[in-house]
């Protein structure tokens, strides 16, 4: 049966938190800050925390600088995953990666399908891997990081899930981690 093996220990994973938004700021930013709260709440690490506009090249800049930071395992992104004409994360990251992680997005909507209904149709959330550091791409709304995290991520990045969890495929845990 999967789930959490407590006879196993827990290694924390570093994650940098990107908000991608061009009206949010520190004060306002209840999603990146949800993100940042809750998995260091789970154990793991605030690797670090940036807001940048919707373009293109703002995102990839830091999401590149991040891939290139041995300090950073996981990128967790909020924002510009839906149909606006300025929603650009999935434009700006698909081109980076070397692998989708298809199955990311299947899961994230069945589990906001029981939140919001039928309108996580209207989100276009995704993961993949760049180099060997894993991005999830989240929407922005607080509720969407919310199913996010509590439901998806929290069990995905937790080395003690089992039968298997991300951690194992981190670099640096890939001898500890089965």
């Known amino acids: 049966m999967p789930g959490i093996d407590e006879t196993l220990d827990f290694h924390p994973l570093r994650i ?5 938004s061009d009206t949010r700021n520190e004060e306002t930013d209840t999603s990146g800050r949800l ?16 807001i940048t506009k919707d ?28 149909f606006m004409p300025r929603d650009v994360t999935p434009e ?12 990311f997005s299947i899961v994230f909507h069945q589990a906001s399908l029981g939140t919001v209904g039928v309108s996580t149709l209207q989100s276009r ?18 509720g969407a990081c919310r199913d996010g995290w509590d439901l998806v991520l929290s069990l995905e990045l937790d080395s003690r899930y089992r039968p298997c969890s991300i951690a194992g495929l981190i670099p640096r845990l890939r001898d500890v981690c089965p």
């Open 55 to 82: 373009d293109v090249e703002a995102i990839r800049a830091c999401v590149r600088e991040w891939v290139a930071d041995d300090a950073v395992d996981i990128i967790l992104s909020t924002g510009g995953t839906g």
């Open 92 to 103: 700006a990251v698909r081109p980076l990666l070397k692998r989708e992680m298809d199955g």
């Open 16 to 20: 940098a938190v990107l908000t991608v």
């Open 125 to 142: 959330a995704f993961a993949g891997q760049i180099e060997d550091t894993f991005i999830f791409c989240l929407p922005g709304s607080t």
């Open 35 to 50: 993100l940042a709260d809750r998995l260091t709440a789970a154990g793991h690490t605030l690797a670090a925390k940036r």
